[in-house]
């Protein structure tokens, strides 16, 4: 009997052993981060940053049409690991070369693998499948569990918010509300990035990087705790034109189910982003990083950075011009001869060149000789760029790049997609791809935040995504925008570059602001303006006001000219979400420094030892005395920079600080 029990108890053992999850370890280069990967039952990990626990088991499966669920009872068949350290050279970028090092784990199953990345300033994981048939996703399951009650800034969709479902039709802008996780608005949901903080002054940062042909994700938390979970827009079933001017596909009806695919494919990265401090998260390149690189044999050298002299925001409103102005030959012919003046590179017409209503980019109302203008541009160094709806561009998109390439367009801003699905996803993938046929440019606003496509097609050179200056001309008066343009840099801009559209010349402080929609403002001073053209990332940068506004303004107007808008080295210098920023970069042998403050004056020492050796001539621009009260004052001063290599700022309320540093050649 003994020996009969001790067998069976022999027995329970081994069993239990077989059944207990199978355990893999990963770590960043530098041991900072350590990633846990449990496979039994289920796929769950743990993320910790130098011992402290950032996420307890999260689980993550995606399940397919037919109940086949990726992640539930599945065996590792093998597991490969690899470390990889180079250097990415980058094409419009914040930096000239992007540090790629890692190490990967790759989790092989039978029917799919999942791909885990640690890096020293994130963890990144996504799955791949493995099929040779078509197959449809039915839902994803990514967790992102915390083990506290952490405090969040949180971007609530704040549009078509009667259900869940119609949230997935909205423009992707709005602040950020700063609450616990657990105090969840449960009626929202949330797009990304999002951002939590950790212990110890650490910054976690959820993200996605490479989506291609599958639905963006956005964040929930149905139970308010400290959980978050992904949601995404089901594939859409009926589409019907409607919406802004006709200009959208509004989705009538959905398909059960989220993706669908002929056959094996790789799916988004999904990115948790770490800092040890606030600042660090406005220079992090995990997106970037995790992006299909461009085509290698592919010249992208056409595509050219640069400003550009902006109509819509200033509401055509010239004066000082014998000519009526408004959307006509006349008045493009003025912002061109404007933006050559200034060695601005462009021009846009924006919404209002073509026929209202009809969504046909062919239609181009009797005021507007488009032939005429690219050749009187083009004559004076400048290009033009069209604004488009997303419709007009899309039902006949290669018709319309090849007519404006010939004419010598430069590009499109391609407006109100207002939907991340995956037909939306994938029409901003056809829509870089096709461009870049007929050298053409894009500025995709009314979209969602950047994944990388940036990187993919370089001919894609900016984004909206961002609750940017457009939102001036109607917001009500308690309207915080200074506080969000020293939050959005840490979170949104983490994600790529943004089109905020900076540049204002009427200046507001907190009480005197109100929205003008033909003749809007800013909130906070003249030097936060400035600053803004350092601090944001924008390949393609607008300068929002009018001409003439610019020309009563030349020293700001020559700051904003030569301001580079792609670096070779960008620097957080110091900052704290929600409060402050100060960041520099470098162009060549030059430098810039931008800072900004919230609706607190603030006093700080910028220090920029980290210059090379030699003596600099420094013109600063700073918030004037009287700052807080007209917030157009300021003050220029041309120092040269101290032994100390330190330079003390003061901020008024809602202000900034520009500064470009020059060494002094001997």
């Not at 569990?145 to 949180?154: K, L, R, S, T």
């Not at 700001?556 to 110091?574: N, Y």
Request: aromatic share 12%; hydrophobic share 40%.
């Amino acid at each position: 009997m003994k020996k009969i029990l001790t067998f069976a108890a022999a027995l329970f053992v081994a069993l239990g052993a077989s059944a207990a999850p199978k355990q893999y370890g990963l770590q960043s280069p530098d041991g900072g981060l350590d990633v846990e990967v449990k496979v039994g039952e289920g796929i769950t990990y743990t993320l910790s940053h130098d011992g402290a626990l950032l996420l307890s088991d999260s689980p993550v499966s995606m399940t397919l049409e037919g109940g086949a669920v990726y992640g539930a009872d599945d065996k590792v068949i093998k597991a490969v690991r690899r470390s990889v350290d180079q250097t990415i050279k980058t094409v419009l970028y914040r930096k000239a070369e992007v540090k790629d090092a890692y190490n990967e784990l790759a989790l092989k199953f039978r029917e799919f693998s999942l791909v885990l990345r640690a890096y020293d300033d994130g963890f990144a994981y996504r799955f791949v499948s493995h099929s040779k048939v078509p197959f449809k996703v039915v839902s994803e399951q990514a967790e992102f569990v915390f083990p506290e009650d952490w405090n969040m800034w949180v971007p609530y969709v704040c549009q078509h918010t009667q259900t869940l479902e119609s949230q997935y039709y909205n423009s992707f802008e709005n602040h950020y509300e700063y609450v616990p996780l657990s105090d969840w608005n449960r009626d929202r949901l949330a797009f990304l990035p999002l951002m939590v903080d950790g212990p110890d002054g650490r910054k976690i940062c959820i993200s996605e990087a490479d989506l291609l042909n599958y639905p963006g994700m956005y964040l929930y938390n149905k139970d308010r705790n400290s959980t978050l979970e992904a949601r995404f827009a089901p594939y859409p079933k009926e589409v019907k034109q409607g919406g802004h001017n006709m200009l959208q596909m509004e989705v009538q009806s959905r398909e059960p189910y989220i993706a669908e695919y002929d056959g094996a494919t790789e799916f988004p990265w999904r990115i948790v982003a770490v800092s040890e401090n606030d600042v660090q998260m406005a220079d992090n390149d995990m997106v970037y990083r995790l992006a299909t690189p461009a085509d290698e044999d592919t010249d992208w050298s056409w595509v050219k950075p640069g400003k550009v002299a902006w109509d819509w925001w200033n509401a055509w409103n010239l004066y000082g011009v014998d000519f009526r102005a408004g959307i006509n030959n006349d008045t493009y012919k003025y912002y061109i001869d404007f933006a050559s003046e200034h060695g601005i590179e462009y021009v846009i017409l924006d919404e209002g060149w073509a026929v209202n209503k009809k969504a046909d980019l062919f239609a181009v109302i009797p005021e507007i000789d488009l032939e005429m203008l690219a050749e009187y541009a083009s004559q004076r160094n400048v290009g033009l760029i069209l604004w488009a709806g997303y419709w007009a561009f899309d039902r006949d998109m290669e018709k319309v790049c090849e007519h404006y390439s010939k004419m010598g367009i430069k590009g499109f801003k391609v407006d109100f997609m207002d939907r991340d699905d995956q037909v939306m996803v994938d029409f901003h993938r056809r829509a870089a791809e096709t461009a870049a046929r007929y050298g053409l440019m894009l500025d995709f606003h009314g979209t969602y935040k950047p994944t990388g496509l940036h990187r993919t097609y370089p001919n894609v050179v900016n984004y909206e995504g961002v609750h940017g200056l457009e939102q001036m001309k109607w917001s009500k008066e308690n309207v915080d925008q200074v506080t969000y343009d020293v939050t959005v840099p840490y979170i949104r801009m983490m994600a790529g570059p943004m089109d905020y559209t900076q540049g204002a010349m009427r200046n507001a402080t907190k009480r005197n602001y109100r929205p003008v929609n033909s003749e809007a403002m800013s909130q906070g001073t003249r030097c936060r303006q400035l600053a803004e053209y350092v601090v944001f990332d924008a390949p393609l940068n607008m300068l929002c006001d009018s001409p003439s506004n610019y020309m009563q303004e030349k020293e700001c107007t020559d700051f904003i000219a030569t301001v580079p808008e792609v670096w070779d080295e960008t620097k957080g210098l110091d900052g704290k979400v929600g409060e402050y920023i100060a960041m520099a970069r470098r162009s060549g042998s030059e430098w810039y420094v931008g800072a900004m403050t919230d609706w607190s004056a603030r006093d700080i020492t910028l220090d920029l030892s980290f210059l090379p050796e030699g003596e600099y001539t420094v013109t600063l621009y700073r918030d004037g005395i009287n700052a807080d009260r007209a917030a157009r004052d300021y003050r220029k001063e041309v120092v040269c920079l101290p032994a100390d290599r330190k330079i003390a700022v003061s901020m008024a309320p809602g202000g900034g600080f520009a500064a470009r540093i020059v060494k002094i050649a001997k």
